[in-house]
């Protein structure tokens, strides 16, 4: 994947052409895949729209440089039907899945509707060739191949087998007939609905079982009704009694030295189908027993492997559902005869358990029942239906993602004990949901009660959280993209490692919460309170924190680099060596601030108060510090070439070997600052106030200290070749170790004509 989108191709080469010629039909599709496969990764959905209406309604090349028309005009004149709807149907393909992996869905809604647009006009083409294209087109979008794609649109459907996409899109899966990008679209399209399906359910359950859940009533996934619920909570009450994962693993445990033949034996045993006389039970043994006396007979005497029992649990799941891959298995009809559902359910769940790469060849079988079935009026297919609810509702409950916990309401009697009492109650029960991993893209979480899911992990893209408090909640590694959480409470949440990029966090509350190593690009942050959070190297270039409150936070090695801190609080906030290049902090509160090694060139501080503030070795280089305060402030260091500090304060700081080439210190207040060692060459500190300063061996070379006041600053061994004191106030400088070669003097206060003659005497003797 490069960018954001899927090559199945790449070793796709363009063919060599000679006027309208081809090396062969595979070379002439070859140009066309080639081209539509970097259209559709370079270019919007629309235009590559318009490309392919081009070529495929009007047999233009879209692209002068590639020319495409050929290619398909020879596909008409050497190829038959067959090969135009192959390299029609790829092309789909190429355009679908990528728009699908993008979340482009809109688009392929559109695609799908212009095509059958082209279904429905009947005007005929003059030209022979371009009616040959109208013909093979049309001949195309009244094929099976064409149906398929029309699904790819998810439109709503009125067929009750509708409800099991997600099945019926697995026999395309390894099918050699299909390409690799209708394969790739089928397998995200059946993930994606069976991901909707368990959220959809764990959402149902929280919205329904929340103490406080709105009297508005909650969809339901499933087709059981309220049956649902009580259904899982007895499901769950009978699993910490058999306890189905554990039995599994006990049962590999106690096989893994036996022979084939010994397996096979110890089999029936672990599915208990000799623990009743149930006619479905009678009918299974009977089979079982039959299939596994046959199976493999050759490896009997070997011992068991893995692949041995993968493929002895696909034939079992055969004998359960399907054996020729297009009936019902004996066993699967006499089971749907009893409405035994759930029993057969468990069954499959139990092979599954022992061989997890079965599940797909249960998945396939299913499909091939719901294909037998499919053609039939709902009201005949009401067993398999309710098999087929029950089987989503079981595997959902004990092989994904999801864990259900049933805790009894006032009570502290165990599930367990809820069994083994025969309560006939299940509502006396509250059931709760934990997710690892859910994806919830897109929920609408308002008003519900998720606080008892596990949400590490969890995909809430462009999920709905307004206003929800969701205060100490985990939700590490969890991805909330694009994410609505405007006035949401996560104080002392774990957020570690969270995608939060371009989330809207206004006015959030997030005190205490850890948001380390997260990713906050272009979130807005507008008034949020992350007072004491935790934000150690969290990205937040280009995010929104104006007005919002940082007091104490640690953003150490955070990337700030463009956001907007305007009139923020990061009082005592902790952002040593973080990127703060080019981010505005106009009037911001850094009190205390620990900004050490912190980058802010071309930030913009003007109007900041950064009093006390540790400074040292900062680069402030062309940043915007006027009327700044730093009073009291540690630059010791720090790096401000070419900054901006008109008017800026900076009484009693610290700038000891600091550099301040070129810098803008007019009207600026450096009262008791301490420049020791600091280079100044050609600034500009004209009206500047550096009374009691201590500029020894400072360098102001070519310097602008005109009309400054310097009084009683200490300029011992300080460099003012060139330097401009014209009208500066020097009354009790000691100038006389100064070295003042070329210094403009004029119009000074506080310069006695005794050290006059003495400057004028030493400049002279220095030239």
Not at 24 to 49: D, G, H, K, M, W
Not at 416 to 430: A, G, H, I, Q, W
Not at 576 to 596: D, F, G, K, P
């Amino acid at each position: 994947m490069t960018n954001g989108y899927v090559y199945f191709d790449n070793q796709v080469e363009l063919p060599a052409k000679i006027g309208s010629s081809f090396e062969s039909i595979e070379a002439a599709q070859n140009l066309i895949y080639s081209f539509f496969i970097e259209a559709v990764s370079q270019r919007e959905p629309e235009n590559v729209l318009i490309d392919f209406e081009e070529l495929f309604f009007q047999l233009q090349s879209p692209d002068d440089e590639i020319q495409v028309d050929r290619a398909l005009t020879y596909l008409l004149e050497q190829g038959n039907d067959a090969v135009f709807n192959a390299t029609l149907k790829r092309v789909c393909y190429i355009l679908i899945n990528n728009w699908y992996i993008n979340r482009k869905h809109q688009s392929i809604q559109h695609f799908v509707h212009r095509l059958n647009l082209e279904k429905e006009d009947d005007s005929v083409a003059v030209e022979p060739l371009l009616n040959l294209l109208r013909t093979r087109l049309l001949g195309f979008l009244d094929s099976p191949d064409y149906q398929e794609i029309q699904q790819c649109s998810v439109a709503p459907r009125t067929s009750w087998s509708s409800r099991y996409t997600s099945y019926l899109l697995v026999p395309q899966f390894n099918d050699p007939n299909v390409s690799d990008e209708q394969k790739e679209f089928a397998r995200n399209l059946s993930k994606q609905l069976k991901d909707k399906y368990k959220f959809d359910l764990a959402m149902y359950i929280a919205r329904s079982e929340s103490a406080h859940s709105t009297t508005k009533k909650q969809t339901n996934p499933t087709e059981l009704g309220d049956e649902v619920l009580n259904l899982i909570k007895r499901t769950i009450s009978s699993q910490r009694l058999s306890n189905y994962k554990n039995q599994a693993k006990l049962f590999l445990k106690e096989t893994q030295s036996l022979s084939y033949q010994e397996f096979k034996q110890s089999l029936p045993q672990y599915l208990m189908v000799h623990a009743s006389n149930q006619p479905p039970i009678k009918t299974l043994r009977e089979q079982v027993c039959k299939k596994l006396d046959s199976l493999y007979k050759i490896h009997n005497s070997q011992p068991i492997t893995k692949g041995l029992t993968l493929r002895t649990c696909n034939r079992m799941i055969e004998v359960l559902t399907t054996e020729d891959r297009e009936t019902p298995s004996p066993t699967f009809t006499a089971f749907m005869a009893y409405g035994s559902s759930l029993t057969l359910v468990i069954l499959l769940l139990k092979v599954v358990l022992i061989s997890n790469s079965t599940r797909a060849h249960l998945d396939l079988c299913v499909s091939k029942l719901i294909e037998y079935y499919q053609d039939q009026d709902e009201a005949k297919c009401k067993p398999l239906i309710y098999f087929l609810e029950v089987f989503n509702l079981v595997f959902a409950i004990f092989t994904e993602n999801v864990q259900y916990h049933l805790v009894r309401v006032g009570d502290e009697e165990s599930p367990t004990e809820f069994l083994k009492n025969n309560d006939k109650n299940p509502s006396t029960y509250r059931l709760f949901a934990q997710s690892q991993g859910l994806d919830l893209r897109g929920a609408d979480l308002k008003n519900t009660n998720i606080r008892s899911l596990d949400l590490r992990g969890a995909n809430l893209r462009e999920s709905d959280l307004r206003g929800i408090d969701l205060s100490q909640i985990d939700m590490r590694l969890a991805n909330l993209t694009g994410a609505n959480l405007i006035g949401v409470v996560l104080n002392q949440a774990q957020l570690l490692i969270v995608n939060l990029s371009h989330a809207n966090l206004n006015e959030a509350l997030l005190i205490g919460t850890d948001l380390r190593r997260s990713d906050l690009q272009q979130a807005n942050l507008l008034k949020a309170n992350l007072e004491s959070a935790k934000l150690d190297l969290t990205k937040l270039h280009g995010a929104n924190l104006s007005l919002a409150n940082l007091r104490s936070a640690s953003l150490e090695g955070a990337s700030l680099n463009q956001a907007n801190l305007y009139n923020a609080n990061l009082k005592k906030a902790n952002l040593s060596y973080a990127n703060l290049s080019h981010t505005n902090l106009s009037y911001a509160n850094l009190q205390e601030a620990n900004l050490q090694g912190a980058d802010l060139r071309g930030a913009n501080l003007s109007g900041v108060d950064l009093s006390q503030a540790n400074l040292k070795q900062a680069n402030l280089s062309q940043t915007n510090l006027s009327n700044t305060n730093f009073y009291r402030a540690e630059l010791i260091h720090a790096n401000l070439r070419g900054a901006n500090l008109t008017s800026a304060s900076l009484n009693w700081a610290s700038l000891e070997h600091a550099t301040l080439d070129q810098v803008n210190l007019s009207a600026a207040v450096l009262r008791h600052a301490n420049l020791q060692y600091s280079s100044l060459k050609q600034a500009v500190a004209r009206y500047g106030d550096l009374t009691r300063a201590n500029l020894a061996q400072v360098d102001l070379t070519d310097t602008n200290l005109a009309y400054a006041q310097i009084r009683h600053a200490n300029l011992n061994q300080a460099i003012l070749k060139n330097t401009n004191l014209r009208g500066a106030n020097l009354f009790g400088s000691n100038l006389i170790a100064a070295i003042v070669n070329g210094a403009k003097f004029g119009e000074n206060s506080g310069l006695s004509d005794e050290l006059k003659n003495q400057l004028k005497i030493r400049s002279e003797q220095s030239v």
